[in-house]
């Protein structure tokens, strides 16, 4: 991402909306910022040329956002794709890992938190809550026998 990123934001809550704007804006300064607030605006915004960074909310009014990744991944290969969502069970984030995202953040992370992971894109850490990476950890971590 060598000049501005071109975002696309796929968030059905407007609110939500504007405060994930903010935080791309906190991150990469200026960027060029789309909404999608369905899965078909997505889906059809997609297909357009030139994104750098898509934040994907899994809950769409029309569709799980999880099966917009690899079609963003297939179109856009260096672009980055991150889950914003409030999920934060695996049975949402390992099909969205699966599918091919490069990060999951949670928003309900402090503004700042929020931020500094997602700026983890810039120096090739992949953006990842804490909670996420605890919960990660512990899927992969041998199971401890009872002694």
Request: glycine letters at 8%.
């Amino acid at each position: 991402m060598g000049r501005y990123p071109r975002t696309l934001i796929v968030e059905d809550v407007v609110d939500v909306f504007g405060w994930l704007s903010e935080r791309v804006h906190d991150v990469f300064g200026i960027a060029e910022i789309w909404a999608a607030a369905s899965f078909g605006e997505a889906n059809a915004l997609i297909t357009d040329g030139g994104w750098d960074l898509f934040l994907v909310d899994l809950g769409l009014p029309d569709g799980d956002g999880t099966d917009l990744i690899p079609l963003a991944k297939r179109m856009h290969p260096s672009a980055h794709c991150v889950v914003t969502t409030i999920f934060d069970d695996a049975d949402h984030l390992f099909p969205a890992l699966r599918a091919g995202a490069d990060g999951y953040l949670l928003k309900d992370e402090e503004d700042q938190v929020f931020a500094q992971n997602l700026a983890g894109i810039l120096s090739g850490r992949p953006p990842l809550s804490a909670s996420i990476a605890t919960q990660m950890l512990h899927v992969f971590r041998p199971e401890k026998s009872a002694e």
